[in-house]
């Protein structure tokens, strides 16, 4: 079965039915020559011991899909790339909120990229994808979905754009909606407001809805039954039991701004209840426990506009900040919130340690700023070793990095390879924001000259019915018990980045709207206490920081600088310490960590670059000596033939009255095509 439909000016085709048809479900969406493969499959029987969907998401990319062999020495995929784990992130957060309370099946969506075209990216066609191929499986599932890209270019929206107009925009955002509401937004801007945000919202919704129509079409036509699963519920007289016993403790709790004094008291409470219970309904229980604690929350805050730690909804922690607490680094800085904290860094490096991607679109480029965010164990109070980053930690460090990179100046102005690092030694909601802070901070730290400071909060909800609270800097148990976690980072001028997940089947425009503005106003108040910790960034870099100077030549003089063979910039390299980068447009970068040497190599590619003028007399040195002869090397780099003819006086062999390394006047008579120099001697007086 195909179908099409249309976002904007581009018909997508969906099919299904054809390929991997011993998958539970299984779609190809097609836009363009980007094709993707989703399917949808589903265990037989619960997981045991989980109270959660175990929903795992793999998305995969190949070469060969976009007429590549993988580079390395190896030739075939291995782990999946930072790229992939973000698409899979992407695909994973708004259908996991859409399976139905107690489904605890285990189930894998897995989208593989069949072909990929030079003009549109597949991750939101993984999005519908997915959707569909839960929509017409036997998984239950309380969709559908669709997924849209929405950009800002030239000042226009555009619907899934091509990657062209993509690098033109000023916002550029992915969202999921179903009919009723906008489910997960993700993605970065420059500086943009919040009113431009809520209308690409709206723009983003509205286009998906042909794409929603179709799938509850081909549901209907060839969905498949859906399957049962068993009630997590308990029967009333333990219900009221557990009420009865735990209600007051956990009420205690809320009371307590300790993270882990908080959990201790709720953990007591609910292990006397699981010990004068039967052990078949401790997991029942102890599902409802946590249950019963959100609803305890919620109901809380709704009544009082008071929250777990005793603050109003718009109230933000206290915030510490120290700035350089170590030498060593470039730039430091660590940013205290509440109970959440970020130790962040900023190493400036030299155009060799840029890091190299390959993507679909731009083959191989090098990415000068990166970010990379970590959460050792022991932020969260766990007794775990400290592994290799997960797929959490990468998309954390995206969202932080996407919220800095649009301050980060031009390699023109600033040449430096810039990595930022931060280390979660605290967490109790909002780390990837407190990151933002910490980021900002140590860049400022380093010397980076950033225009702004940038900073972030992440904004939760609670909601029952038609009434709503919206919260500023949500902890983290009001993020586990509550409905959104909606981080938006930026600066005094606008938005740089946000990215929303939500546990309830959707937010409206108001709640969004009510979000983004509270969201404003605690920005601001956290950039006003970061500029009174650094006001602007410091005039010069660290003294442990590589020294980058840079320069401009002729472009089609690069291959003279660098010599045959690369010989110069070797030379410069080993005898001098000095490394020579030349880029795109002529422009070379020098670094080193002796001023006077990057001085001394700048020199010489000046003289390697100027031409020889003719009429004009130079002083020049014998480098070799012929009969006929010699060779003078009139600027570094640049020798010419001083013919015996042209020896004032005249004589018949030169080996007679030369040496290498004689000193002597001689005046440019021609220039041929390939730069070679005729020569004739001047007379010394």
Known sequence: MKRSF????????????QLAKLADGSVVVKQGDTAVLVTAVVSQEPSSGVDFVPLTVDYREQSSSWGKIPGGFVKREGKPTDREVLVSRLIDRPIRPLFPEGFFNEVVITALLLSADDKFDPDVLCITGASLALEISKIPFEGPVAGVRVCQVDGQFVANPTYQERQRATLDMVIAASFDSIIMVE?????????????????????VRECLEVQKEISREIGAQKMTFESIELDR????????????AILESMQISDKKERKAVAANALKAFLDSIDQSLHFKATYQFKKLSSQLMRQQILKTRKR???RSPEEIRPIEIKIHPFERPHGSAIFTRGQTQAFATATLGSPEEAQMVESIHEGETAKRFMLHYNFPPFSSGEAKPWGPPRRREIGHGALAERALEPLIPPESEFPYIIRVVSNILESNGSTSMATVCAGSLALFDAGVPLKRHVAGIAMGLIIQGDDFVVLSDILGDEDQLGDMDFKVAGTEVGITSFQMDIKVKGVTKEILKRALMQARDGRLHIIELMKA?????????????????QMIIPEDKATVVIGPGGKNVKD????LGVSVWIHEGGRVTLTSTNREAISKVRSIIESLTLDLEIGKIYVGKVTRVEPYGVFVEVLPGKVGLLHISKIDGGIKDARGRFNVGDELPVRVI???DQGRAKLAGVAQR
Not at 6 to 17: D, F, L, Q, Y
Not at 237 to 248: A, K, T, V, W, Y
Request: hydrophobic share 35%.
């Open 533 to 549: 910790a650094i006001s602007k960034p410091r005039e010069q870099v660290s003294q442990y920081a590589p020294i980058i100077e």
């Open 6 to 17: 249309r976002i904007a000016n581009s018909t997508i085709e969906v099919e299904v039915g």
């Open 187 to 207: 993605g970065g801007s420059k500086e943009v407001s919040e009113e431009t945000l809520l209308s690409a919202l709206s723009f983003g919704h509205e286009a």
């Open 572 to 575: 410069f390299r080993d005898r």
């Open 670 to 672: 021609e220039v041929d």
């Open 308 to 310: 777990i730690d005793g």
């Open 237 to 248: 007289e333990i219900q009221e039991r557990l009420i009865n016993s735990c209600e007051s």
